[in-house]
């Protein structure tokens, strides 16, 4: 009975960590271009111990001028062991105001992850997107709701957090910074040494391609800055547009 206790108490743990804390994330921009088609790849990797990496190709497509869809694969490594199948993960954004019109463009993310692991049950993610400009400086801030479903381990809705400052220089180069975190159950947030915030500098740009194709990237450097957090995160995304 003990043993069964502690098991559990384990994969309680592993949830909360997890949530709201894939390597992989990536800051959403409440803009949809119709017709776009894309090629997404994405890469994170984390100085845990044992060190966690994560990566996923997705395939989206613009189907309106307010919604995009997206679905992805997504896979993961952990220590020694070798690269493994980890979720399937269908995303969908949806654009709610002109883009420009108003001083803050706003949009609407909705993600659902199906893991392999059905113990770990279906995630639902779901949250407002925000943007807007001065100058050549971008701003970007979503609040972001994260809910597991059918988990052998009950969890409650986690909150978490995303924003990024971008100095658009040129389109082949921008630079700023960007910031990820969550704070535990949205109505009862944890002490602030178990919250996940990190925080670093960033990079971005679009390559123009032949046929009107374009190759967009963007890549940030982590810092951990509260205990429960990994010192160092690197995440990477590639888009292949056509």
């Known amino acids: 009975m003990k ?3 502690v098991l559990i108490a384990a994969m309680g743990m592993l949830y ?8 992989t994330d990536y800051v ?17 990797t984390v100085d845990s111990a044992p060190r966690q990496s994560m ?13 995009f869809t997206e679905i992805y694969l997504k896979y993961t490594k952990t220590g020694g062991e070798g690269v493994k ?9 949806f654009q709610l105001t002109e883009t420009g019109k108003y001083p803050v463009d706003v949009g609407f993310i909705t993600e659902i992850e199906v893991p392999s692991d059905h113990d770990e049950g279906v995630e639902l993610k779901v949250g407002p997107l925000f943007q807007t400009e001065f100058g050549k400086l971008q701003f970007n801030g979503n609040i972001l709701f994260e ?7 009950s969890s409650p809705t986690e909150a978490g957090y995303q924003w990024q400052v971008k100095y658009r220089w040129q389109p082949a180069f921008e630079y700023g910074l960007q910031g990820f975190g969550g704070t535990g159950p949205w109505n009862d947030w944890e002490a602030s040494r178990d919250q996940s915030h990190k925080i670093g500098p960033a990079v971005f740009g679009k390559l123009a391609t032949a046929h009107h ?20 995160t690197f995440r990477l995304q590639t888009e292949y547009e056509f």
């Open 213 to 232: 194709h374009a190759i967009k990237y963007n890549a940030a450097w982590l810092f951990g800055v509260s205990d429960a957090t990994p010192d160092n």
């Open 55 to 67: 990566a996923s190709l997705g395939l989206g497509y613009g189907a309106n001028d307010w919604w």
């Open 3 to 5: 043993r069964n206790a």
């Open 28 to 44: 959403y921009t409440p803009t949809v271009e119709k017709g776009e088609k894309e090629i997404d790849f994405k890469f994170g």
């Open 147 to 153: 809910k597991r479903f059918n988990a052998a381990v």
């Open 16 to 23: 909360l960590q997890s949530a709201l804390a894939d390597p």
């Open 85 to 93: 199948y980890d979720a399937f993960e269908w995303e969908n954004k």
